[in-house]
C-alpha cells in the first residue's frame, strides 16, 4: 500500500525567507505526487503535481518542488515566503487507480514578520 | 475551472439523527471521492465512486455510506449520527486515475 510522510508538523519561517517542505512517499512503482494547499476554513487547492519527465516541476504561487526516487522524495520549495502563505500543506501520492489520493498528515506552516 | 460544490458549510447535528451531505461537481468527472479531515490525522478516504451507481470503501467506511446515482452528485450518509463522526467533511472529484483531485470548501459537522 502507498504511504506519505511529512516529517515537520509545523514550521516557522520569516516573511522573505526560504522555505522547504518535506515529503517522502512509499510506493513500488513510480507514483503521481502532488502538493496541496489549504487556507484556514478552507478545502484544498493544488499547487503542483508530478507525474513523469523533468523532475524539478513549477506550480502556481511561486512554489516547486523536485522529484528525487533515490531517496522517495518530493520536497516542496519556495524562494521567499509570503505572510499569504501561511496555511497547510498537503503532499499526496496516486498509484494511478480509480481510489484517488493518499495524503499525508500535512505541514502547518507560520509566518513570522 | 473545476467547481465541486459542497451544501453546507457548517451542519450541527444531534446524536441518532440520519444526516445527508451533498456534493455536486460540474465538469463531468468520472471520480467522485468524499474524506474526513481531523487535527493530527490529516485526510481519510471514507468512500469513493469511479461511475454512476458503483461505491468503493475507502479506509474508515464504518458508520457511513454513499449515494451517487446521477455523474455530478455524490452524497454522503451517516444513517445516526454520533458525536466521533464532529468533522470536516471533504468531497473531491477527478477526471480519471492519476488525475489531480479538485476539492470542495468542505462541511463541518458538529454532532451533539
Known amino acids: 500500500a502507498q504511504s506519505v510522510t511529512q516529517p515537520d508538523i509545523h514550521i516557522t519561517v520569516s516573511e522573505g525567507a526560504s522555505l522547504e517542505l518535506r515529503c517522502n512517499y512509499s510506493y513500488g512503482a513510480t507514483p503521481y505526487l502532488f502538493w496541496y494547499v489549504q487556507s484556514p476554513g478552507q478545502g484544498l487547492q493544488l499547487l503542483l503535481k508530478y507525474f513523469s519527465g523533468d523532475t524539478l516541476v513549477q506550480g502556481i504561487k511561486g512554489f516547486e518542488a523536485e522529484f528525487k526516487r533515490s531517496q522517495s522524495s518530493f520536497n516542496l520549495r519556495k524562494p521567499s515566503v509570503h505572510w499569504s502563505d501561511a496555511a497547510e500543506y498537503f503532499c499526496a501520492v496516486d498509484g494511478g487507480g480509480a481510489d484517488g489520493l493518499t495524503f499525508g498528515k500535512g505541514t502547518h506552516l507560520i509566518i513570522q514578520p | 475551472d473545476v467547481k465541486v460544490t459542497q451544501s453546507s458549510r457548517y451542519l450541527v447535528k444531534r446524536t441518532g439523527e440520519k444526516v445527508f451531505l451533498e456534493c455536486v461537481q460540474d465538469?463531468?468527472?468520472?471520480?467522485m471521492f468524499w474524506y474526513r479531515q481531523d487535527p493530527g490525522l490529516g485526510l481519510r478516504l471514507i468512500y469513493f465512486?469511479?461511475?454512476?451507481?458503483?461505491?468503493e470503501k475507502g479506509d474508515i467506511p464504518e458508520g457511513y455510506s454513499v449515494s451517487r446515482e446521477k455523474k455530478e452528485r455524490f452524497s454522503l450518509i451517516l444513517e445516526s449520527a454520533s458525536t466521533n463522526q464532529t468533522s470536516m467533511y471533504l468531497c473531491?472529484?477527478?477526471?480519471?486515475?492519476?488525475?489531480?483531485?479538485?476539492f470542495g470548501n468542505g462541511t463541518r459537522l458538529t454532532v451533539t
Open positions: 465538469m463531468d468527472h468520472e471520480n
Open positions: 473531491a472529484s477527478s477526471y480519471r486515475g492519476g488525475s489531480p483531485l479538485h
Open positions: 465512486s469511479y461511475d454512476v451507481k458503483m461505491k
